[in-house]
């Protein structure tokens, strides 16, 4: 089976912006075809803001370019949960996670997520998601 898992937004962008590490070799295995992300409209829209903030300084052509591939993702419509979590924002991440294939969710910030097992959701790190996709 293929692995679609959800990218937080910090692992996105880190894996964008420095492409050595666990989050640039995630992103590798997105452009590569090895993994997909499990995404939902509200999940886009965060990656297309964060992505155009100017401290990031990316060409537009180069922001439309990787919308357009996270368009070609497993975009989904999830199910809305009903769960406090520390940041509200969050919640779409969650809700796609339990949609996702695997239902994993990679993240920088574990902690945002503590009920996520109550949902069949693995949060992992991305150093935790790069062992586990290269095991498989």
């Not at 357009?68 to 989904?76: E, N, S």
């Not at 940041?87 to 239902?103: I, Q, S, V, W």
């Amino acid at each position: 089976m293929r692995k679609s898992w959800v990218l937080d937004t910090n692992v996105i962008v880190s894996g964008i912006l420095t492409p050595v590490g666990h989050p640039g070799r995630l992103f590798d295995a997105v452009l590569q075809g090895t993994l997909r992300l499990t995404v939902d409209d509200r999940i886009l829209v965060e990656y297309r803001d964060v992505l155009s903030r100017p401290r990031f300084a990316m060409r537009p052509e180069r922001l439309e370019s990787l919308i357009a591939l996270f368009m070609l993702q497993d975009v989904i419509v999830p199910e809305p949960l009903n769960v406090d979590l520390p940041d509200p924002d969050d919640l779409p991440f969650l809700e796609a996670a339990r949609r996702a294939t695997d239902g994993i969710l990679v993240t920088g910030n574990a902690r945002h997520y503590p009920r996520a097992r109550e949902f069949g959701i693995i949060v992992l790190t991305p150093a935790q998601a790069w062992t586990r996709l290269v095991e498989s």
